[in-house]
């Protein structure tokens, strides 16, 4: 079992910035992708960015590259998303997700943190 607690989120300003961060634990594969996803009211879970627990690799959705950062801090059992540049359509629920393959697709992931609001005001 792994447990993924989101901690971050808030209100800011368009233009503004956040970091996210996902805490970890439980049993966790060195071998696992930790993924980031949000949702916004009325639709559907989308994918935001993944990274690879050992590897480091970083995998992002095209529209969000450049503006957001995925990172991890191993000692601490953290993956952060370091989202620049918010604009209003970034408002969503921002969910921490975690998987054995990498994929686009929140069905595909097993473990999900309960999530945390991000709300960009214009």
């Known amino acids: 079992q792994v447990q993924l607690v989101e901690s971050g989120g808030g209100l800011v300003q368009a233009g503004g910035s956040l970091r996210l961060s996902c805490a970890a634990s439980?049993?966790?594969?060195?071998?696992?992708?930790m993924g980031w996803f949000r949702q916004a009211p009325g639709k559907e879970r989308e994918f935001v960015a993944a990274?690879?627990?050992?590897?480091?690799?970083?995998f992002y959705e095209d529209s969000m590259n450049g503006r957001f950062t995925i990172s991890k801090d191993s000692a601490k059992n953290t993956v952060n998303l370091q989202m620049n540049s918010l604009k209003p359509e970034d408002t969503a629920v921002y969910y921490c997700?975690?998987?054995?393959?990498?994929?686009?697709?929140?069905?595909?992931?097993?473990?999900w943190g309960q999530g945390t609001q991000v709300t960009v005001s214009s």
């Open positions: 997700a975690a998987d054995l393959t990498l994929s686009r697709r929140p069905s595909d992931y097993d473990y």
């Open positions: 439980g049993r966790i594969f060195s071998s696992y992708f």
């Open positions: 990274i690879r627990w050992n590897s480091g690799s970083t």
